[in-house]
Each structure stands twice: as C-alpha cells, then as structure tokens.
C-alpha cells in the first residue's frame, strides 16, 4: 500500500495563477483533510470532508476550495495564488467510523511557493 | 474551541539526555490525544496516543499520560538519541464525528552527539 500520496512535491507559483494539489489514499478511508504549515503554527485545517460526497471549511479555508472527486481522491485548488499562500501543504485521511480509533495518516506534503 | 498549547523550542540537548515537551490542552469533554513526529523533509507520523484519562502511551521509549485534572499530555523520554531529532506535534482530537484534530505548534529537538 502507498498510504497517502500527493503531487506535486514542489511548485513555485506566480501570484495570480492557479493550480490544483492532488490527494489520493488506497487505505479505503472515509474522512480526508487538507492542512497548512507554517513555521511557529503548527498544522491548521483548510478544508476537510468527513465522507466521500461531504466537504466543510476548517480553519483557514479562505483561499481555497476543495473537491472530493471519490471515496480515494480530495484535491485542494488555489484559484488565485497570494504570497501568504506560501506554505507546505499535507493532506491526510482517516477510517473515520466509530468503532475505530481513527489514526490520521499524512501524506509526504508538497511545499508551494508564491512569488 | 479546541486548542492545544504546546512548549515553545527548539530544544537541544545531548544525546542520552532527558527529554520533557508539556503539552496542555483545552477541550470539552474527553478528547483523544495524539503525538505526532516530524522528521526533515518529511510527512507527520504517529508517535503515540491515549484515548482516556490517565492512560499513558508509548512508543520508542517515548511516553506520555493523559491527565484529566491538569488537561496535560507531556512527552517524555529518558535518553534521547541523534535520530531523536525532529519536530514533534501535540494534538487532540475533539468529541465530534469529524474526526479532525487540533495541533500544537510543534517543537523543534535537535540531539548532538
């Protein structure tokens, strides 16, 4: 099993473009999020989706938008780039059912850049 | 709101030394609590958990014990080694059916040998 997966690893963006991180999990989870981190801030929630079909703002998710394209996949698009933007971006996912514990595995992360 | 208040770093210490991160938190109810770890260049993993009060977790000669009267959650490891070095996140995960969690700033340890 490859876990979490997301692409890029790395992107520098202008500010003003857009551009779309990928997520994808083959642990058959239902709950995914997207996170931000930045130095001093730990990780904070921009967008998650409890269940596939389901998304909701988390704690910074001015900005951005997600799309839970299927019960694997969660990407998160920036549609305008501002520098305070600039961060690295995680995203994890959960089996998200009570009977579970509900560890969160995170993917690598993909650090963006906004000039 | 949830929130985790976690001590500031960086740390650095020599290897085989002592190791305590507080960590407190602020939550209704009877959250989990979570530590993860960060290594350079890389993604969060789990260190160790505890889903009740006074439970402690364990992981790598890491510990830590959920206490309910102080809302503390400290990591604790009595001698560390140079791949200790990273940073580690306090978390907590809340009483709803989101499932997400809350994290701590994260502290920097840096071990030298």
């Known amino acids: 099993n490859a876990g979490v997966t997301q692409t890029p690893k790395f992107q520098v963006l202008k500010t003003g473009q857009s551009m779309t991180l990928q997520c994808a999990q083959d642990?058959?989870?239902?709950?995914m999020y997207w996170y931000r981190q930045d130095p001093g801030m730990g990780l904070r929630l921009i967008y998650y989706?409890?269940?596939?079909?389901?998304?909701d703002k988390g704690e910074v998710p001015n900005g951005y938008n997600v799309s839970r394209l299927n019960k694997r996949e969660f990407s998160l698009r920036l549609e305008s780039a501002a520098p305070s933007q600039t961060s690295v971006y995680f995203c994890?996912?959960?089996?998200?059912?009570?009977?579970?514990?509900?560890?969160?595995?995170f993917g690598p992360g993909t650090r963006l850049t906004v000039l | 709101g949830d929130s985790v208040t976690q001590m500031e770093g960086p740390v650095t210490l020599s290897e085989e030394a002592f190791l305590t991160i507080n960590c407190t938190y602020t939550a209704t109810g009877y959250p989990s609590l979570f530590w993860y770890v960060q290594y350079p260049g890389e993604g969060l993993q789990l260190l160790l958990k505890?889903?009740?009060?006074?439970d402690k977790g364990s992981n790598k000669g890491f510990e830590a014990t959920y206490r309910k009267e102080t809302t503390s959650f400290h990591l604790e490891k009595g001698s560390v080694q140079v791949s200790d070095s990273a940073v580690y996140f306090c978390?907590?995960?809340?009483?709803?059916?989101?499932?997400?969690?809350?994290f701590g700033a994260g502290t920097t340890v840096t071990v030298r040998a």
């Open positions: 505890a889903t009740k009060a006074d």
């Open positions: 994890a996912s959960t089996l998200g059912h009570q009977s579970s514990y509900n560890e969160q595995f």
């Open positions: 989706s409890a269940s596939e079909g389901t998304t």
């Open positions: 978390a907590l995960r809340g009483v709803a059916n989101d499932y997400k969690l809350s």
């Open positions: 642990m058959n989870h239902n709950s």
